[in-house]
């Protein structure tokens, strides 16, 4: 897929999501081998007024690069505003956040209470396509809800306005991300525009990620939850595609292993903060299908040090042992 001066193998990148696809993610997945990363959604209003919080959630290490920056609000002259700060953290490139379903941000009118206003909607991506001397993206849904499927006419919006290139969720906003996930709506929007198009929805194996590509002739997959607790997913789907076959899931041991080496780059960009309010979750994920989950996830919630942490995976890999 070509994004610029940029070309993306077609295999799979990471999706923006918020509190969860911070710095050190965007690292392990890419040594993984997504082949690109959005970072954490950013505001324009909390950025022009001097947040350091959104200011955190644009540094970009060598590590993860390609990444780029998702910004979101509803004021064009803002949203331009923002993409001049975003471009001085070397992002690949800009994404506008047109999808997010949060009712703290589409009650706001910005995410993808934005599918209800195209003009508005055309009106922010002209602005930050204006500043910006890198391509700009738009991710957004099928729709808002099942009386308004407009993802086709959004892209072509999209497109007409400067858009280098759309993802598009195969969800509406009013499903947020309960299924189905309509596939087919994604062929329509790539066979409607002439700029790449990026699948989002439901791919959590090697299987999926094909069948997606298959289905909708998308242009490059965006892997997001599906990724939660297995980073090497996309190592999974590159083998697949490449080969047909693919690497089993690591072992528990391993598994316990790439949790600890997550943490451990999570502080050394966050500090132990980390640990405390942002492991448990990160700990669900890796335990997923594991016999005892709900147990070691209670004590993911007392985490508060690395030795914790690293207590918790020794536990983790002992009881998985002894059935």
């Keep these: 897929m070509k994004l610029g001066t940029l070309t993306l193998p077609p295999y799979a990148m990471l999706a923006p999501m918020a509190g969860v696809s911070d710095r050190a993610l965007r690292e392990l997945c890419r040594g993984y081998g997504a082949v690109a990363t959005v970072g954490e959604m950013v505001s324009s209003k909390g950025l022009l007024q001097g947040s350091r919080k ?19 609000g509803d004021e064009p002259e803002a949203m331009a505003k923002a993409a001049v700060l975003a471009q001085e953290y070397h992002p690949a490139w800009l994404d506008i956040n047109m999808g997010c379903p949060a009712p703290k941000i589409a009650g706001n009118h910005s995410g993808s209470d934005l599918m209800r206003d195209p003009d508005r909607a055309a009106a922010i991506i002209r602005a930050v396509v204006r500043e910006s001397s890198l391509p700009v993206t738009v991710k957004f849904r099928k729709g808002w809800d099942e009386s308004l499927i407009n993802a086709v006419e959004f892209a ?22 309960a299924p189905p996930v309509d596939w087919d709506i994604i062929r329509r929007v790539k066979e409607a525009v002439s700029i790449p198009v990026i699948g989002n929805g439901d791919v959590t194996s090697p299987e999926a990620a094909r069948a997606l590509y298959e289905v909708s002739g998308c242009d490059l997959v965006m892997i997001g939850r599906g990724a939660l607790g297995a980073p090497w997913l996309f190592r999974q789907v590159q083998q697949y595609l490449e080969t047909g076959r693919y690497d089993p899931a690591p072992s528990v041991e ?15 960009y966050k500090g132990e903060v980390f640990l405390s309010h942002e492991a448990r979750k990160h700990c669900g994920w890796y335990m997923t299908g594991l016999r005892g989950a709900a147990s070691f996830r209670r004590e993911a919630g007392t985490i508060a040090t690395m030795e914790d942490a690293k207590r918790l995976a020794e536990r983790v890999v002992r009881e998985c042992r002894e059935e």
């Design 54 to 72: 959104s200011a955190a959630l644009m540094e970009i290490g060598d590590a993860e690069q390609p990444s780029a920056i998702q910004l979101f």
């Design 156 to 177: 072509q919006m999209a497109e007409a306005s400067g858009a280098a290139a759309v993802t598009v969720h195969g969800r509406t906003r009013a499903q947020m991300y």
């Design 254 to 268: 391993d598994r316990m292993k790439e949790m600890l080496r997550h943490f451990s780059l999570a502080v050394s």
